[in-house]
């Protein structure tokens, strides 16, 4: 054990020295205890619990503590944890430059290194390959390979894929610039070169490293360029020609560029170890106890935001204490365990508790998870998440989504719901930004507990002061009811696909975005923006939050799936007539998108 995870535990037993003031007893959840967790977790001390940090390693180290208890065990991994590399950062060093046909190009300004890129050199020719694509699904076949010749050469590629006018977006699953890159280096290509059409961006702004993902190595050197350095490539053509030609045609003409480009790359990954927590509660029926029901939540956050961290006020550097997100779905988790594990015998079924790190990194930690299950998926009867739980209002309505994936769990959650006096707002769908998606991914029913997005999700002000414990305290005894009575029933819950698998429309859902963040519960026809983003479209045109869009351009939203078909027939540079309803009266806003 290093020094620093050894004062790290040392520290967490103290630290949670102070919540621990009962053993395992049949006592109901109380408000009191869930408050006791978030002030801990969500405490200064604990510095915004970032992968690998010491305030992570305290925050592991006391959930681990408080669950040291009978008939709680760490049965899998080493003692419980199972730890896993993240990438937390990557800069460019002196040695990274491009250079086209003896032209020595400007870093930022014509080109800009991808995090996903290799370090090294290449001399070589190019070869113009479209969008890059490798798609024979049954509904698309789309080859931009086929008659190119990349091997050891520079790929040139096209960001993003067609615009599509309506329904869902075939080319979703295929847009990620790193799929290409992977593509590009199985067909023997060394470097590629993405250039983004006035379709996929007309900012053509390019992005710095520090406001991309973290990201492993891919295999070659990647770039992004501007338009107009790729025009100088491409001898006589423009990209803006050729995206306009692929997006006509639906494929792509390869050609070879009669040009040397010389590229090098110096790119540093900074890694950390982090770890998810991993507890165990076996069942009692001899039977049943060989499958599972996971309850997890992510007790990562983003430390003291910045550049890249996914934090709202990105120019702010200060600890963000995450009490929302995620110290209430962690608080939830650990107490439905311990009344969980007071009823182990009369527990069919088995349950593992799982405190996922990396969630805010891109569900790095339940990916790894489910990459490296400790027992086998198939016998996973449901994955429960808890992902910001802190907001229950005195109307006690929430958000549960994933009911579709589970046959009869929305009915079952409707009864439980009505005896507790909650009032969920349910969705079928068993994708979601959160760590349910891995499970999804996997064949898992999935349920996924949240209570509303407000204006302090992601920003330093995400503190312990501002949760509702007694509406927390609800939401617990709802979802330990809930989930006893999957783990209890005779017959297992029986998997459905409700939805796709991976993020509907991909990396690039829509070309543009007012800068709401949806309220997915709202009972209102139309769309509710709970929170309106400053500096972004719809707040620079005087939306304001609780605004309910009803309309755009003329055409109706009744719903979110309405927002999103609004959305995609957007058009970046352009302005849209926005419609909503405030206060009972109806207001057309310009948004200059």
Not at 405 to 429: C, D, S, V
């Amino acid at each position: 054990m290093t020094g620093l995870r050894y004062a790290a535990l040392a520290a967490a037993i103290a630290f949670g020295a102070r919540a621990q003031t009962k053993i395992v007893n049949d006592e109901p959840i109380g408000a009191d205890e869930l408050r006791a967790h978030v002030e801990l977790l969500a405490s200064d001390q604990a510095g915004g619990r970032a992968p690998g940090t010491y305030g992570s390693v305290l925050a592991s180290g006391y959930l681990k503590e408080h669950a040291r208890m009978d008939p709680l065990r760490f049965d899998f991994y080493d003692d419980g944890y199972q730890t896993f590399e993240i990438v937390t950062g990557v800069a460019a060093g002196e040695q990274t430059a491009l250079v086209a046909a003896g032209d020595t190009l400007a870093q930022d300004a014509d080109y800009a290194p991808l995090a996903f890129s290799a370090s090294g050199a290449l001399e070589a020719e190019a070869t113009f390959v479209g969008y890059g694509f490798e798609i024979d699904d049954g509904e698309i076949e789309w080859n931009d390979y086929e008659n190119a010749d990349v091997e050891g050469k520079w790929a040139i590629v096209l960001m993003g894929a067609p615009p599509v006018e309506e329904g869902p977006d075939p080319y979703a699953e295929y847009v990620d610039p790193r799929m290409k890159a992977a593509s590009a280096a199985e067909n023997g290509a060394k470097g590629v070169l993405f250039a983004a059409g006035p379709v996929q961006d007309r900012r053509g702004a390019l992005p710095a490293l520090s406001s991309q993902p973290f990201s492993s190595d891919a295999g070659v050197l990647a770039f992004q360029i501007s338009a107009d350095a790729a025009n100088k490539l491409l001898d006589g053509t423009t990209v803006e020609a050729l995206e306009a030609a692929a997006n006509e045609k639906k494929r792509s003409e390869s050609f070879d560029v009669a040009v040397t480009i010389s590229g090098e790359t110096e790119l540093t990954r900074v890694t950390t170890r982090a770890r998810n927590l991993v507890v165990a509660l076996e069942g009692s029926d001899p039977a049943l106890k060989s499958e599972w029901v996971v309850l997890g939540a992510h007790y990562d956050h983003l430390g003291k935001g910045g550049p890249g961290s996914g934090s709202r006020r990105p120019d702010t550097t200060a600890i963000h204490n995450g009490a929302d997100d995620n110290a209430s779905g962690v608080a939830l988790v650990a107490e439905i365990g311990e009344r969980l594990a007071f009823h182990q015998k009369e527990l069919k079924r088995s349950v593992l508790l799982v405190f996922f790190d990396g969630e805010e990194r891109g569900l790095l930690g339940s990916k790894r998870f489910v990459a490296d299950p400790p027992v086998p998926l198939e016998n996973v009867v449901l994955m429960a998440n808890f992902d910001m739980v802190g907001m229950l209002d005195s109307t006690g309505a929430f958000e549960m989504t994933g009911v579709g994936t589970g046959e009869g769990m929305q009915a079952l959650a409707e009864r439980l719901a009505e005896e507790r006096g909650l009032k969920p707002a349910f969705a079928p769908e068993g994708y979601g930004p959160s760590d349910h998606a891995s499970f999804y991914a996997e064949n898992v029913p999935v349920a996924m507990f949240h209570t509303g997005a407000h204006e302090r999700y992601h920003t330093p002000d995400d503190d312990a002061e501002y949760l509702n414990y007694e509406g927390m305290k609800r939401l617990a005894d709802f979802a330990y009811d809930f989930v006893r009575e999957i783990a209890n029933r005779d017959d297992r819950l029986a998997f459905k696909k409700a939805g796709p698998k991976s993020r509907p429309g991909g990396r690039r859902s829509f070309n543009v975005t007012l800068g709401i963040m949806p309220d997915h519960g709202a009972d209102v026809e139309g769309l509710r923006a709970q929170i309106v983003i400053e500096d972004r479209p719809a707040a620079m045109a005087g939306m304001q939050n609780g605004d309910v869009i009803v309309a755009i351009n003329g055409k109706p939203v009744g719903d979110i799936y309405g927002y999103m078909k609004r959305l995609g027939e957007l058009r970046v540079g352009e302005r849209a007539m926005v419609e909503v309803i405030r206060d009972g009266e109806k207001i057309i806003l310009p948004v200059d998108l």
